[in-house]
């Protein structure tokens, strides 16, 4: 299908509408009784159950014969995840950065794709306290809060670059490879804990590249569109394309095609030896 103006412009309404109705009076006002754990470290929110009920039915009322898969959906139910390739699939996190949200921090976000048979055709992504909506529908672009935005032109040399390492979940033999990264590039930071966000910062060329481990669908089919029809590049660590029902690990996202090859052949490099 094709995701016009008026579909697109509607999903962003609602977004917005859920956002300033479920989200934002939470934040810095959760309670203890409002915050719970699903895993060790892996945190909800009232918030977080309220946003995917409410995007649920409005998104439903859009496109009544698309399937919704939200995070807090998956939690009770994984198997939802194995039907991302079948026809047509809104795929939602409903506050991607819980753990900021939770304690008052930013950033946080709101994130939505439609998929159609395994392919991502648009995605939004939402931040609430800057009101910031970034868009991309498959070959049209990427659009924030209305204005096309691209990835640029990154500097020539990589010790001018500006990279991302989420360390979480990532096994003790990369050690040696985020090392060698952060002795050969100009300036590797860690996550902000917030997917979403940090796409939109390479999307938007602000940073170079982003390297995550683990892969959830919904924290990473949104933001591959965006980035991808900025201009940049998403792939796995061994170069083969990003798939949304991939469950594989290891992600790179670059501004563009050079960037995304150096850094790959970094990692391949242990620290020290070259």
């Known amino acids: 299908m094709t995701v016009d103006d008026t579909l697109s412009a509607r999903v962003e309404a609602l977004i917005r509408t859920i956002a300033a109705r479920e989200i934002m009076p939470r934040y810095r006002a959760l309670r203890d009784q409002d915050i719970a754990e699903k895993a060790p470290g892996d945190i909800v929110t009232v918030a977080d159950h309220a946003v995917e009920a409410a995007l649920a039915e409005a998104l439903a009322s859009l496109l009544p014969e698309a399937r919704f898969i939200g995070e807090e959906r998956c ?21 991607d950065g819980t753990a900021n949200f939770a304690a008052g921090r930013a ?15 648009a995605s939004w992504i939402y931040d609430p306290l800057a009101d910031r909506m970034t868009t991309a529908r498959q070959g049209r672009g990427t659009r924030r809060n209305g204005t096309g935005i691209d990835t640029g032109l990154p500097a020539d040399d990589a010790r001018d670059w500006t990279g991302i390492v989420s360390r979480f979940a990532m096994p003790d033999e990369m050690a040696p490879a985020v090392a060698a990264l952060e002795t050969r590039i100009g300036t590797v930071v860690p996550t902000m804990r917030c997917a979403g966000h940090e796409y939109v910062l390479v999307a938007e060329g602000s940073r170079d590249f982003a390297l995550y481990w683990r892969t959830l669908a919904w924290d990473h089919v949104p933001g591959a569109l965006l980035l991808v029809e900025a201009g940049g590049v998403v792939e796995r660590l061994d170069g083969t394309p990003y798939r949304p029902g991939s469950t594989a690990t290891g992600l790179l996202l670059a501004r563009d095609r050079r960037i995304a090859d150096h850094v790959r052949a970094v990692l391949r490099q242990p620290a020290g030896t070259g």
């Open 107 to 121: 950033p946080f976000a709101v994130m939505v794709a439609l998929l159609e048979n395994g392919t991502t055709i």
């Open 75 to 95: 939690a009770l139910l994984p198997a939802l995840l194995d039907t991302l390739d079948d026809g047509l699939v809104w795929i939602v996190d409903p506050i």
